[in-house]
């Protein structure tokens, strides 16, 4: 299963800024919940297409680490302050879950 974050920045945010702050995030959170595995932050190139402008990408193997997710999020500190920063930088957020196909 894949997890899906779409963002775009805040008017002012720099790409550099973003980039920062998510990967501190995900770091993060890929240590403290190991059975997450982070795939990559994307953004559009050239601006082309419509938004979103990120797109991070994360794996896991079932629903219910989603729950250890919250769980842990609801615990950590130091994680919700990572989610603030890169909140403080980023608007629009959507989230999915999706399963691939083929």
Not at 3 to 8: H, I, N, W
Not at 23 to 38: C, D, G, I, R
Not at 45 to 66: A, K, T
Request: with cysteine.
């Amino acid at each position: 299963m894949y997890y899906f974050v779409e963002f775009d920045p805040c008017d002012g945010s720099k790409r550099g800024q973003i980039v920062e702050a998510y990967e501190k995030f995900a770091n993060h959170f890929q240590t403290v919940l190991p059975n997450f595995k982070f795939v990559g932050l994307y953004a559009r190139n050239v601006l082309l297409g419509s938004r979103p402008h990120y797109v991070g990408i994360w794996e896991f193997s079932e629903y219910s680490d989603l729950d250890e997710w919250n769980r842990v999020f609801a615990a950590d500190k130091e994680g919700r302050t990572l989610a603030k920063t890169l909140g403080e930088l980023a608007t629009d957020w959507e989230a999915k879950v999706m399963s691939k196909l083929i």
